[in-house]
């Protein structure tokens, strides 16, 4: 999926040198390269769980923009991005227990830190000011529908989950992986008599409404250099657990160039 994401990027790439080229200075069209870094987290939407810190993460793409109507006011605007937004989880409730051949094993202080890379499809319609003083204003709101294509999670416990394995991390969502044999005394209800099993699987689709605000300063004809911030919220849980459940978002920094 990953090698599918870059090679959507590099075909886009040749389409948008293709299209300047046939357009010449037609501005009703424009094609760019935008660099994002972002601020993730989880919303719990319920269970034994809470945010444990914001993650930093990443974003790159291509980003295109096509005027509707005459007014040069309102555009429909779409992206093709490769998004890595980690986010980490604090287990609140009671201990996890490993179940093992030899027994079971308690730990305490169980964060669960995952990193996931999406390939994002951004749609949605940009506003658009006339210029003032040099500078274009604009806001901007939409959905962007995301597909994981890379996914990493490391569980940190207190003693050590993995000292007696030759490995720091795992895909969660591996058949195989150590943490579907967890549980966690108490669950979500801090019902001490009963145990919860916890499956550390994430979603493998994520949509999210995102809203932008941002400015433009033209350089030359087409070409622009763009500034600005985007809240991408998401819809869907990110976790595949019945039991417990949270949203990811994050905040990013848009930077860019159109042509």
């Excluded at 075909?11 to 760019?32: P, W």
């Excluded at 597909?147 to 999670?153: A, S």
């Excluded at 911030?229 to 039991?243: A, Q, R, T, Y």
Aim: hydrophobic share 40%.
């Amino acid at each position: 999926m990953k090698k599918f994401g870059l090679t959507a990027l590099a075909i886009l790439a040749l389409a948008t040198q293709s299209e300047a080229q046939a357009q010449g200075t037609d501005n009703s069209f424009s094609l760019g390269f935008k660099i994002s870094p972002n601020f993730s987290w989880l919303k719990v939407q319920d269970g034994a769980i809470e945010n444990e810190n914001m993650g930093l993460g990443f974003s790159y793409g291509l980003t295109g923009d096509y005027k509707l109507g005459n007014s040069g006011n309102y555009w429909a605007t779409a992206d093709l991005l490769v998004t890595t937004a980690p986010v980490s989880i604090l287990h609140t409730g009671d201990k996890l227990i490993r179940s093992s051949d030899s027994g079971d094993i308690s730990y305490q202080g169980v964060i669960l830190d995952y990193k996931a890379q999406y390939l994002q499809i951004p749609l949605g319609l940009k506003f658009k000011t006339a210029e003032m003083n040099g500078l274009i204003f604009t806001f901007n709101v939409g959905i962007a529908p995301s597909f994981l294509i890379n996914k990493k999670l490391t569980t940190k416990t207190d003693p050590d989950l993995y000292e007696q394995y030759n490995f720091k991390s795992h895909d969660p969502n591996s058949n195989d992986a150590i943490a579907t044999t967890l549980e966690f005394d108490g669950g979500k209800d801090n019902n001490s008599d009963t145990r919860y099993t916890m499956t550390d699987n994430i979603a493998s689709a994520r949509m999210s409404m995102v809203l932008g605000a941002g400015i433009e300063y033209p350089i030359s004809g087409n070409f622009r250099m763009t500034a600005g911030v985007k809240f991408d919220n998401g819809i869907g849980d990110f976790l595949k657990d019945n039991l417990y459940s949270a949203r990811h978002n994050f905040l990013s920094i848009q930077l860019g160039l159109m042509f």
